[in-house]
Structures are given as C-alpha cells and as structure tokens.
T-cell receptor, first 113, second 114 residues
C-alpha cells in the first residue's frame, strides 16, 4: 500500500482554521485520498475523500495538490469537538490495497479554548 | 440515520476462553471490515467480507475466524483468548468494495482478557 506521512501532532485555537497536511509521494493514479478522525474510545469517523479535485462537505475541505503527492484537510473553524486523531489514508482502486483502509500514524489535533 | 451496530459494547473474558463479537452493518451495505486497536495503537485491519465472501485478510490470528451471514451481519469468533487480545474491536461497513460513499465504523467492542 502507498504510504502517507503526517505530523504527529498539531495544535489550534477554537474558531480558528486548521490545516492538516499529508504527504503521499508514492500515490498511484487510482488511489483515493481518505480522511478519517477518531475521538477517544470511539470508532473512526469518515471526514472526506477525494481523487484529484478539491472537495468540500459540511465537515471540512480537502485540498489536493496538482501532482497529488500531498493533500491538506482544512477545518474552517475548529471547535473543541474537533479534537481527535486525524488519519490520512490512501485507498486503492485495485490490487492488494482495494477495499480496506490501512491506518498509519495519524495527527493528534489539540484544540485550545 | 442508522449506524453500524456492534455488540456487546464491553466483554470480559478469561484466558483460553472464547468470545463472539457481532456487527450489524448499515442497511444495504454489503461489505464489512473488522479492525483491532490495541491501547495506544492505530486500528489494524483483520478481515473483510463482500457479499458474504471473504474479500481480504490482514493480520488476523489463526485462533480467530469470521463470517458474514445472509442478512449481511458479521461475527468475529475468537478462541483460546490471550491477554494480548485485549483491545477495541471495530467493525466498519461500506456499499461495495469501492466504498465510494465512505466507510462507516461502529462504536466498537472493548474486549478485556484477564
């Protein structure tokens, strides 16, 4: 599976925007970029995913670099409830990486009041 | 909206006992994934099923087995439990293996082996 690299931790203040980076230099043309987050003692929660174009939904925005070797999850106004571990995951469209999500080390986001 | 239901939420077993974890996917989801998350660890993929057939296998011990039933619910059977099996077990479901609408995770079963 293609590998992703994220910072171990990031901090933000409440109501400020947060930009969570993810590097995936070995991404293949058919890999989707997924973001999930996990609050303590809860199951991972889907945030957003994309392939080539930037994506927006009610939770966040996903900015994908033109060469697709990196992406950024954008939380427009962080709240205390956004404090979680954020995982950037590449999900392949075929082969051994098809279907399952392979979690790597995510980014622990701390939000200060 | 209906979510992925896992039962039980908590389970305490002794070493060498067996345990059965159940997962009920979102209605119309035909694909189920099982993950194990040890303390302070990231979720590790165990096994998945698509349309009642095993679709992929990860780092699942031979002591564990799983299946998906005709109603698409899945059960993870764990035998000869060891202390190291203590973990959170998550189930996720998706519509098709492509999961183009995302994957929905349950709240997990916390298994404690004593």
């Amino acid at each position: 599976d293609a590998k992703t690299t994220q910072p171990n931790s990031m901090e933000s203040n409440e109501e400020e925007p947060v930009h969570l980076p993810c590097n995936h230099s070995t991404i293949s043309g058919t890999d989707y970029i997924h973001w999930y987050r996990q609050l303590p003692s809860q199951g991972p929660e889907y945030v957003i995913h994309g392939l080539t174009s930037n994506v927006n939904n009610r939770m966040a925005s996903l900015a994908i670099a033109e060469d697709r070797k990196s992406s950024t999850l954008i939380l427009h106004r962080a709240t205390l409830r956004d404090a979680a571990v954020y995982y950037c995951i590449l999900r392949g469209a075929g082969g051994t990486s098809y279907g399952k999500l392979t979690f790597g080390q995510g980014t622990i986001l701390t939000v200060h009041p | 909206a209906a979510g992925v239901i896992q039962s039980p939420r908590h389970l305490i077993k002794e070493k060498r006992e067996t345990a059965t974890l159940k997962c009920y996917p979102i209605p119309r989801h035909d694909t189920v994934y099982w993950y194990q998350q040890g303390p302070g660890q990231d979720p590790q993929f165990l096994i998945s099923f698509y349309e009642k057939m095993q679709s992929d296998k990860g780092s699942i011990p031979d002591r564990f087995s799983a299946q998906q039933f005709s109603d698409y619910h899945s059960e993870l059977n764990m035998s000869s439990l060891e202390l190291g099996d203590s973990a959170l077990y998550f189930c996720a479901s998706s519509l098709g293996l492509a999961g183009l609408q995302g994957y929905t995770f349950g709240s997990g079963t916390r298994l404690t082996v004593v």
